[in-house]
Structure formats: structure tokens, C-alpha cells
């Protein structure tokens, strides 16, 4: 687990899905706050340019804040834009559902 303020993301080249969709999982660890969202950002934007399913993994996030929540919602966004590319969220924290909820984006976000 990432510890403070930290926060660090990283990249898996998966299987492909039944789909024939190529895979890759970003695992995000620590806080994805206004200061770390340029990195999630960065990393995601030039996969969705690839295409395929991209599963991004929140179960090590210790903080979400409206920043973070919203590169989420600007990655979803851009994905859907481009047409080809899937991008989902996985391993959503309690906390993290509950902020969905609120802000009523669990439907943006659901499979």
C-alpha cells in the first residue's frame, strides 16, 4: 500500500477478453488528489488512444477528492469519445462507491 501522500500508478498487459479486446489493468495506489491526477491522467491517455479495454484498479486508493473524481469521469468521457476503447473501474473502495452515489455517476460507471 502506498503510504502519506503518495500516489503511484501502474500498468498490466492482461489477456485479452472474449472479445478478442486487448487488456491492460492500471493499478492505482495511494491518494489520486488535484497534486497525483496529472499522473492517472498521462498514463490513461495514451492507452485509450490504443483502443481495447482498459480496467482501471482503485482498491489501494487511500483518498479520492473532487480532482480525482473528476479525471475519472474526464477518462470515461474521453473513452466513450473515442469509440473503441472500453474503460471501466474495478476494486472501488466503499468510500469510493459511496462518492459515485452521491454525485449520482454510478451509472457512468457501470458495467
Known sequence: MA????FYCDKEEA???EFGNKVTIV????????????????MVK?????GG???VDLSDVSHLD????????G???????????ILELENMTPRILELLRITNLTHMFAK
Not at 66 to 73: A, D
Not at 75 to 85: D, F, Q, R
Open 75 to 85: 477518462l470515461k468521457a474521453s473513452a466513450i469519445n473515442h469509440g473503441y476503447c
Open 53 to 55: 479495454r482498459i480496467i
Open 66 to 73: 473532487s480532482s480525482g473524481l473528476g479525471t475519472l469521469v
Open 15 to 17: 489477456k485479452d477478453d
Open 27 to 42: 493499478r492505482c495506489h495511494g491518494r489520486l488528489v488535484t497534486e497525483t491526477s496529472p499522473e492517472l491522467k498521462a
Open 3 to 6: 503510504t502519506g501522500d503518495t
Open 46 to 50: 495514451a492507452l485509450i488512444s490504443n
